[in-house]
């Protein structure tokens, strides 16, 4: 996880559908409104919580894809 902080930062991505990712890395801090490929399903963030230095909290909606 530290090599994950270093080249951006760390989250813990919790899904609408009930799946959780912890230590989730993504290279650019995340705001409401983003979009992002997780597993490659789209992910649209909802709401971010910061808990500590780097790392957050992401509540976000999966996008199904058909």
């Not at 992002?36 to 992401?58: F, K, M, P, Q, S």
């Amino acid at each position: 996880m530290i090599a994950a902080v270093r080249n951006g930062f760390v989250y813990d991505l919790y899904l609408a559908d009930g799946d959780v990712l912890e230590g989730f890395a993504h290279w650019a801090l995340l705001k409401p409104g983003d979009d992002l490929e997780v597993d490659h399903a789209a992910v649209h963030v909802e709401r971010v919580l910061r808990i500590e230095g780097e790392h957050y909290v992401v509540y976000g909606t999966r996008e199904r894809l058909h």
